[in-house]
Each structure stands twice: as C-alpha cells, then as structure tokens.
C-alpha cells in the first residue's frame, strides 16, 4: 500500500499563488506515476496534472497549462503543484493520486492510491 498526505491548500484572492505537496509512504517502490486530481461540488473528478516520476515527463490539462507546474523530488517522496494565477473556478477539493502505470494522460480511473484531499478556495 500507498500512504498520501496532502498539505498547503487554503483560500487566496484571484491572481493569486498556492503550492500544495503530497508525501507518499509505504511501497512507493511500486508507483511510476503521481498526479493531482480536482474536484468541485457537484462535479467529476478531473485531472490536472501528472508526472511519470522516472522521467519527468509531465501532462497538463488544458485549464491549468501555463499557469501550474508539477514536479516530484525523489529524495523526499514527495510531490508538488505550484499554482499561480489562480482563478475562482480553481476552487475545488484537490487530491494527490499515484499509479502502478507508467502513464501519459490526466485519467483518474488509471490511479490506485488517493490521498483524502485538500481545499482550495479562489474568492473574486
């Protein structure tokens, strides 16, 4: 198993910047992808950015390309997502996810391991 802890979420104003991480622990060993998931109320689950951890390689969506940036230190297990510009349809419950794939899209259904989330919230 995976543990994922997400932190660094809160509310900023619009224009603003958050950084969120996410330490993974336990079999980490068996994970070839992590990525960040958003969910608003009322609404799926989407992607918003992943990153193959064996090479860097990363996958944006359209929404948030140019304005986010994931990356992941191996050394300390962790990943980020720096948010700049953020906007109020930003605002949701973000969630930190990890796969057993070496993955090159944003899906959600090819993720195993969740951590429980955290708020952001963009006020105008």
């Known amino acids: 198993q995976v543990q994922l802890v997400e932190s660094g979420g809160g509310s900023v104003q619009t224009g603003g910047s958050l950084r969120l991480s996410c330490a993974a622990s336990?079999?980490?060993?068996?994970?070839?992808?992590m990525g960040w998931f958003r969910q608003a109320p009322g609404k799926e689950r989407d992607g918003v950015a992943t990153?193959?951890?064996?090479?860097?390689?990363?996958y944006y969506a359209d929404s948030v390309q140019g304005r986010f940036t994931i990356s992941h230190d191996k050394a300390k297990n962790t990943l980020y997502l720096q948010m700049n510009n953020l906007k109020p349809e930003d605002t949701a419950l973000y969630y930190c996810?990890?796969?057993?794939?070496?993955?090159?899209?944003?899906?959600?259904?090819?993720?195993?391991?969740w951590g429980q989330g955290i708020q952001v919230t963009v006020s105008s």
């Open positions: 996810a990890a796969s057993r794939f070496r993955l090159w899209d944003i899906n959600p259904i090819h993720f195993h391991y």
């Open positions: 990153v193959r951890t064996t090479e860097d390689r990363t």
């Open positions: 336990g079999a980490t060993h068996r994970v070839y992808s």
